[in-house]
């Protein structure tokens, strides 16, 4: 089975679209990478980049703007949707998650099993992201904002698609 293959961007590919990468990633057939559209960009974007993308989701109208100016020839014929999400968020804010998964369910197929991860992955302590989420990523324990022990409790936090 081909997956499809997305690329998210954003202007610095720190918070945006690095998040949504992220979720996206454990989601069975899609392949997922991220990139930004400025000089610091932790990745920038780039023709290869660009043509490896089944689909092309930005953060902001000013990122396909971008896209289309500098590398017109590389999106021709892709579909290129914005998701507008402005730059208030930091790297996998619960608020920021909750936003991209309900905007992403509108175009992908997102499994409620796979979307809504963060159920089991919050600390019911302090809000944090517990064990449960870093295992799932890779990244060992989180640490709490008031505690300075690895938290492995689930909140059970409800997040609402609209």
């Not at 990139?35 to 960009?41: D, F, L, M, N, P």
């Not at 804010?93 to 369910?105: F, M, N, S």
């Amino acid at each position: 089975m081909d997956r499809t293959k997305i690329l998210f961007v954003c202007s610095q590919n720190k918070w945006r679209s690095l998040t949504a990468e992220k979720i996206c990633e454990k989601i069975s057939g899609y392949s997922a990478r991220s990139a930004g559209t400025e000089k610091g960009a932790r990745i920038r974007v780039t023709e290869g980049l660009l043509g490896w993308a089944d689909l092309i989701f930005v953060m902001e109208k000013k990122h396909s703007d971008r896209l289309r100016s500098k590398f017109p020839d590389s999106i021709k014929g892709k579909k290129v949707i914005c998701l507008q999400i402005p730059d208030n968020y930091r790297y996998m804010e619960p608020e920021l998650v909750e936003i991209l998964q309900a905007k992403l369910g509108l175009y992908m197929e997102m499994p409620d099993n796979e979307i809504n991860f963060m159920e089991c992955c919050v600390c019911q302590e302090c809000g944090c992201f517990g064990a449960g989420f870093w295992k799932r990523f890779g990244r060992g324990y989180g640490y709490g904002a008031n505690s300075n022990r690895p938290h492995s409790t689930a909140a059970g936090m409800e997040i609402d698609l609209y």
